[in-house]
């Protein structure tokens, strides 16, 4: 099975800040990564598709990079709806796996 | 409005068996490829299940296999989860998820999701 783990495990910025959360892959899964945002009490939301690609309707300030096995999630400009927990998800085989979420919260 | 419901959610004893059901609407649901996916309490996200659209590809985690089986019925657009032979460790709010048009693209629909918890 494939491991996902993400850093930091939490992070408080101040609104306005550029947040940048890393997820990596224990092998190569090409590109096929996608993030999600969790509010609590909420079912995820589909950020990033195919590592890059942003879902309809996602604000711009989303944005995603990376292949192979590192990966990168940035929230160009942090508003106070970002607060939230973060996961990577690997869709290049199956068991699908998560990694262990970000928590991002406003300092 | 695309839409996935669940239901069937509950308190069961250790051993106990129960069925979930995920309600789809708002899209051709027979041409959807889906997923269940649980949260444990205070946990992440752990995907649990996967159907393709016509049911002949189906997978399930380790943690769930031989116990759990997942169904669907295109003429009721529902998603079934059989649970057998539950555990305290199955504990979880589950989720049923729409795979995306590419399979991986990842679950661009959720459901808001069904508690099942397994206490004596």
């Known amino acids: 099975d494939i491991q996902m783990t993400q850093s930091p495990s939490s992070v408080s910025a101040s609104v306005g800040d550029r947040v940048t959360i890393t997820c990596r892959a224990s092998?190569?899964?090409?590109?096929?990564l996608a993030w999600y945002q969790q509010k609590p009490g909420k079912a995820p939301k589909l950020l990033i598709y195919a590592a890059s690609s942003l879902q309809s309707g996602v604000p711009l300030r989303f944005s995603g990079s990376g292949s192979g096995t590192d990966f990168t999630l940035t929230i160009s400009s942090l508003q106070p709806e970002d607060c939230a927990t973060y996961y990577c998800?690997?869709?290049?085989?199956?068991?699908?796996?998560f990694g262990p979420g970000t928590k991002v919260d406003i300092k | 409005e695309v839409q996935l419901v669940e239901s069937g959610g509950g308190l069961v004893q250790p051993g106990g068996s129960l069925r979930l059901s995920c309600a789809a609407s708002?899209?051709?649901?027979?041409?959807?490829?889906m997923n269940w996916v649980r949260q444990a309490p205070g946990k992440g996200l752990e995907w649990v299940s996967y159907?393709?659209?016509?049911?002949?590809?189906?997978y399930y985690a380790d943690s769930v296999k031989g116990r759990f089986t997942i169904s669907r019925d295109n003429a009721k657009n529902s998603l079934y989860l059989q649970m057998n032979s539950l555990r305290d460790e199955d504990t979880a709010v589950y989720y049923c998820?729409?795979?995306?048009?590419?399979?991986?693209?990842?679950?661009?629909?959720w459901g808001q999701g069904t508690t099942v918890t397994v206490s004596s």
């Open positions: 998800q690997q869709a290049n085989s199956f068991p699908r796996t």
């Open positions: 998820a729409r795979g995306t048009t590419v399979t991986v693209y990842g679950m661009d629909v």
């Open positions: 159907i393709s659209s016509s049911s002949s590809t189906i």
């Open positions: 092998q190569d899964i090409n590109s096929w």
């Open positions: 708002g899209f051709t649901f027979s041409i959807f490829n």
